[in-house]
């Protein structure tokens, strides 16, 4: 997440969304107020982090103000910087030990799953893995056109259906025939949904079951694909999917586009899962492993 900061920041000119300076003009005030803690709770607020991580980062703060007797609101910037990287965990090491390993991308319309998967296949051949694609998104043609260029692209080989099909099918489908070809990993894609929507959470949930049927243990990675720009409603969608299908962990896409991302905090809080890489753009070279440090300095500088 190298180029995360700069893209951020292109990313926040672009939208004008930024309030550059702000968090710079609280931070050089000389004594801290009561007037800053409000300021500041506005801007954690803002920043989509959340009524309750908010709360809980203030309090603390408040407390180490207390503690160390700190006075002058510079001092604010480097507690107020660790109180939100104690809030988030470096990303866990991704394991192999499943030949091959059956990765289940699910989401909302439109989150990115489709791209991510283009990106995490890159990742994964450039690691000296075989790749196959799993295009559960028989809802659409273009859908299934989309990741089958991608595979020309990636030289990943892709198992698709029918338009209308049944994607638990596509699903087996594509889990025996990465068994027999000996591959090393496959992406299942699937398509977007509405955590809200009752049948077709039913349906991914079959498609989760149908992949244990083809290989016994699969799949054994869940990743859900959250855009970056969708704010506390975030949450909500990984609560749904979370029970739905045991989601085990959480990509943030489109981090360049988002003037906050501060969701990140609450979906760790709440549900414990670890946000496990980041989308910085539409290109397949666009996904990094996930930097807290990195995004820290990001919230810090986009509030
Ligand atoms: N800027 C930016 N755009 C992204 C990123 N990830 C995806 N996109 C764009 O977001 C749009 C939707 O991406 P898809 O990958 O098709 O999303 P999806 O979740 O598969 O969509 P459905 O299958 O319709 O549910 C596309 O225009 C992508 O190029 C990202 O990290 N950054
Ligand atoms: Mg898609």
Known sequence: MADLLARWKTGLSKTGRATFGRLAGLFGASEITGETWDDLEAMLIQADLGVETTTEVLDSLKRTVRDEGLVRAADLRSALRNELRARLDDPPPLTWTEKPTIIL??????????????????RFV???????????????????????????????????????????????????????????????????????????????KKVYRVVGKALPGAPHAVWLVLDATTGQNALRQARAFKEAVGV???????????????????????????????????????????DPDAFVEGVLQEI
């Open 248 to 290: 085990t962990g959480v990509i943030l896409a489109k981090l360049d586009t988002s003037a906050r991302g501060g969701m990140a905090f609450a979906i760790r809080r709440e549900l414990g899962l670890p946000i496990l890489f980041a989308g910085l753009g539409e290109r397949m070279e666009d996904l990094q492993p996930f």
């Open 126 to 204: 450039g690691e000296g893995k075989r790749v196959l694609f799993g295009a559960a998104d028989t809802f659409r043609a273009a859908a299934m056109d989309q990741l089958q260029a991608w595979g020309e692209r990636l030289g990943v080989p892709v198992v698709t259906g029918q338009k209308g099909g049944d994607p638990g099918a596509v699903a087996y489908n594509a889990v025996q025939a990465a068994v027999a070809r000996g591959m090393d990993v496959v992406l299942v894609d699937t398509a977007g949904r509405l955590h809200t929507r009752y049948n077709l959470m039913e349906e991914l």
């Open 105 to 122: 991308l699910v989401g909302v319309n439109g989150s990115g799953k489709t791209t991510t998967a283009a990106k995490l296949a890159y």
